[in-house]
């Protein structure tokens, strides 16, 4: 090669450079054989969330061209991420995926492993916004999923397991407007002996609203749902092999219809000037099927009871127990 | 090469280019890695979803051999589109699909991303038998899906979010044919409530309507999380929340709800003048007000559970219980 050519080279490479890091595109791609210091497209991609979060434009999308594990993200941006079903993350002492912006993020088809070694959180939305958690495995982590701040979470279709003990499945600081909505996911926090907590509505600010659907928590040591706030609706769902079914405590509001608690050593709790409403439940193999906590409990004539109902009798309306 | 070697070899790509052109396979692939020069086989895929229908047969297969963004597509043909869980559309153009023809059109395991700027994610233009299964619908401007002409449309195990503008819509029905609609198992997320959305929307046309949705969460509508300007509509096992209104019928439109939760919206049930509202089953919790007097017709079974404001007149309401 002439000199002349080795100088226009360098030059191409230092222009190639420069406009990588100055220009961003809306669909990036990672790919397990990829590197950060391509362009991230699909004919070049990159090797990590990261990196390819860097050259997405905002609101845009990052999708796995083939497997890999793609590390941890901080995410300060509006995004898609799409494992595509082929994406992983691992990590340790980090979060999985950590929102520092109230943006608009969705996280779907993507397998999140803190290898169960002190890797912090799932995903931590640390200043709410909305979020999207869809079709994700998110295992062996502290809290599953922590969302604060105003905003929106919604979990779907989802497995979130193997939580280290003291932590929680999915955790809501209830700091602020936060609207929750969680369907069609299974929660596991067993053991039992790990005291976790499935489902965690924390003594926020508020306003705080959740409504869940079609999802299973069991194995929970606390609580398989604990809520110390606001308004938290249930239906269609299975609390089940854990110290509590459903705690409402410090004025927090409960509603369980069309589910069934069973399996637990209290089905159902509530705490001075809390309330839980029961209609058309299940509640069977429960030691102690309602316990009185102090709190008002709330039954329709249409729930199943079997085990000790130790509520005053006048606040229950079923006249069966089986 | 000789001149004689070039005319010879011009003479074939000309032959081959006319030979693609002019037949269509039953089965086409595209690839992240194709080209629509390919003739979309699975040995030698396409590049886009366009690219792969010119090539494939009426009533006709196009899969996604591997991951890849596969680019807007106009259907005028019965056909089935693929992703298979891997491929995407991300695309800033006004429509990303557009279902013009009226014939039988599938799309599934597809993401769709309209980056905020395209304004509708599906159009049918013409009904026909359109469904939609285990698609991901996000980033839209205006309506996720709509259906216009005879027809019927079936979504499922999909997810419409993030409608980025006021006035936007999940679910779009014209109402202005016969219209059947299907949904379960979906999710439409019109949040912020700060937008002014609509979750599931039939318009007051001409009709007749007829949807059936079931298993069906709709949340974030600062408009409706359902409303129903004409026909009849039935839910079941579905959860209607965060919003301004829960569900509106409206011009003499009909919505049955049983066995749903209606929850946490500032008017949980509405029905406007000479419309009517069946309420069997549900859960209605904590709603400011839970059914509001909007001079339409609500009937009830008595086996709903109540919270909250009920504006109707006493004699309408068979429930005896709030709770």
Wanted: net charge negative; glycine share 12%.
């Amino acid at each position: 090669m002439k000199i002349r050519n080795i100088v226009l080279a360098s030059a191409a490479v230092l222009f190639c450079t420069a406009s990588i890091s100055a220009t961003t595109i809306a669909h990036t791609w990672v790919s397990g054989s990829g590197s950060d210091s391509n362009a991230c497209t699909f004919a070049s991609p990159c090797l990590t969330f990261a990196g390819a979060l860097a050259k997405t434009s905002a609101g845009g999308m990052i999708t796995a061209k083939d497997a890999g594990d793609f590390g941890a993200v901080t995410i300060t941006q509006s995004v898609t991420i799409d494992g595509n079903n082929l994406g992983s993350i691992t990590f340790t002492s980090v979060d999985g995926i950590l929102i520092t912006a109230s943006a608009n993020v969705t996280v779907q088809n993507l397998t999140i492993n803190g290898l169960g070694s002190g890797g912090d959180y799932g995903i931590y939305a640390e200043s709410g916004g909305i979020l999207i958690v869809d079709n994700c495995r998110i295992m062996n982590i502290n809290e599953g999923i922590y969302f604060a701040g105003a905003g929106n979470l919604t979990v779907e279709n989802s497995r979130i397991e193997s939580i280290i003990g003291g932590y929680d499945g999915i955790f809501l600081s209830a700091n602020g407007a936060e609207n929750v909505v969680v369907r069609n996911t299974v929660i596991d926090a067993s053991p039992v002996s790990a005291g976790n907590s499935g489902f965690y509505v924390s003594s926020g600010t508020g306003p705080f609203q959740a409504s869940l659907q079609n999802v299973t928590i069991m194995g929970a040591g606390a609580h398989a749902v604990l809520a110390n706030s606001g308004t938290t609706q249930i239906t269609g769902s299975v609390l089940t092999q854990s110290n509590y079914g459903v705690l409402a405590t410090n004025g927090a509001m409960i509603s369980v219809a069309s589910s069934l608690i069973t399996a637990n050593t209290t089905g159902v709790c509530s705490n001075a000037s809390s309330k839980i409403r029961l209609d058309n439940n299940d509640i069977y193999d429960n030691p102690t099927a309602i316990g009185n906590c102090g709190g008002i409990v709330k039954t329709s004539t249409t729930n199943k009871v079997s085990g000790t109902i130790a509520i005053p009798a006048s606040d229950v309306s079923e006249s069966v127990t089986f | 090469m000789k001149i004689r070697d070039i005319v010879l070899t011009s003479v074939a790509v000309l032959f081959f280019t006319a030979s693609i052109s002019a037949s269509t396979i039953a089965h086409t692939w595209v690839s992240g890695s194709g080209s629509d020069a390919n003739a979309c086989t699975f040995a030698s895929p396409c590049a886009t979803f366009a690219g792969a229908l010119a090539k494939t047969s009426a009533g006709g297969l196009i899969t996604a051999k591997d991951a890849g963004d596969f680019g807007t597509v106009n259907i005028s043909q019965s056909v089935t589109i693929d992703g298979s869980n891997l491929g995407s559309i991300t695309s800033t153009s006004t429509i990303i699909i557009i279902i013009t023809g009226t014939g039988n059109v599938t799309l599934q395991n597809l993401t769709i991303n309209g980056l905020g700027t395209a304004t509708d994610g599906i159009d049918v233009t013409s009904g026909g038998i359109v469904t939609v299964d285990n698609c991901r619908i996000m980033n839209i401007k205006t309506i996720g899906i709509s259906l216009a002409g005879t027809g019927n449309l079936t979504v499922e195990n999909s997810r419409i979010e993030s409608l980025s503008e006021t006035n936007a819509y999940g679910i779009y029905v014209d109402s202005n044919a016969a219209e059947n609609v299907v949904v379960r198992d979906t999710v439409i997320d019109a949040s912020p409530i700060s937008a002014i959305n609509f979750g599931f929307y039939v318009d007051s046309g001409t009709g007749p309507v007829q949807a059936s949705l079931q298993n069906v969460t709709i949340m974030g509508a600062g408009g409706y999380a359902v409303y129903s300007g004409g026909g009849v509509t039935e839910f079941t096992s579905s959860v209607f929340t965060q919003s301004n209104y829960g569900v509106v019928a409206e011009n003499g439109s009909t919505i049955s709800v049983a066995s749903s939760l209606i929850t946490a919206n500032t008017t949980g049930v509405c029905s406007e003048a000479s419309s009517k509202i069946r309420l069997d089953n549900n859960d209605i919790y904590d709603n400011t007000t839970a059914i509001d007097n909007c001079g339409g017709i609500v009937k009830t079974s008595g086996t709903n559970k109540v919270s909250g404001t009920i504006a109707i007149p006493a004699a309408d309401i068979s429930e005896s219980v709030t709770f």
